[in-house]
């Protein structure tokens, strides 16, 4: 079966401007998360969604948001970014939480100049 | 949310040696523990988990072992060869925090 798909892969953008990111989960995959992934921060958990509903959310500001659709297909949302958002974004779906295993697509490359 | 550590931050061995990597977590509800392995350029993948109900977990090479007492659990990897190297993540909880990674390098 088809894995986790992110779109787009690349994306290059200016500090003020906003950005959003897609994920197709697994089919039949009803949970969905997003982490940003920094060299020496590891994967940062950013929120989680499940049937629609935010379930989770880290530690990040308010201009990161997300959303997910009926089909589990998931956006993610960053408004006025800054340089510092500069990251690799992967999300990851499960069947559900807890202790399910979490597929990550591979990622969106995001440079913010 | 759960704070998780992980240590070493980067761990080289000999081919054919042993890598322990540790983690501990603040959460004492969490019954939850996964390893994920990242090769370079590629997306993280399961390795093994462990639930809250086990101890210890093996799986060929590689086995976990888990304290939920002390709050801490560890990914052995035994007989490491060159295509273990990678960076490797422990995720704790129903959210799956992650600590900030591990970079595996096996010298052959």
């Known amino acids: 079966k088809a894995g986790v798909t992110q779109t787009p892969r690349y994306l290059i953008k200016t500090r003020g401007q906003q950005v959003t990111l897609s994920c197709s989960p697994i089919s039949g995959h009803r949970s969905v998360s997003w982490y940003q992934q920094t060299p020496g921060q590891g994967l940062q958990f950013l929120f989680e969604y499940f049937s629609e509903t935010q379930r989770n959310k880290g530690n990040f500001p308010g201009r990161f948001s997300g959303r997910q659709f009926s089909n589990s297909r998931s956006e993610m949302n960053v408004s006025t970014l800054e340089l510092g958002d500069s990251a690799l974004y992967l999300c990851?779906?499960?069947?559900?939480?807890?202790?399910?295993?979490?597929?990550f697509g591979q990622g969106t490359r995001l440079t913010v100049v | 949310g759960e704070n998780v550590e992980q240590h070493p931050s980067t761990l080289s061995v000999q081919e054919g040696d042993s890598a322990v990597i540790k983690c501990t977590y603040s959460d004492s509800a969490s019954n939850y523990f996964p390893w994920y392995k990242q090769e370079l350029g590629k997306r993280p993948q399961l390795i093994i988990d462990?639930?809250?109900?086990?101890g210890e977990k093996k799986d060929q090479r590689i086995a976990v072992t888990l304290n939920k007492t002390a709050k801490h659990f560890s990914l052995h990897i035994t007989e490491t060869q060159p295509e273990d190297s990678a960076v490797y993540f422990c995720?704790?909880?129903?959210?799956?925090?992650f600590g900030t990674g591990t970079r595996l390098t096996v010298i052959p």
């Open positions: 462990i639930r809250s109900n086990v």
């Open positions: 990851a779906s499960s069947r559900d939480r807890p202790d399910t295993e979490a597929f």
């Open positions: 995720g704790v909880g129903d959210n799956l925090f």
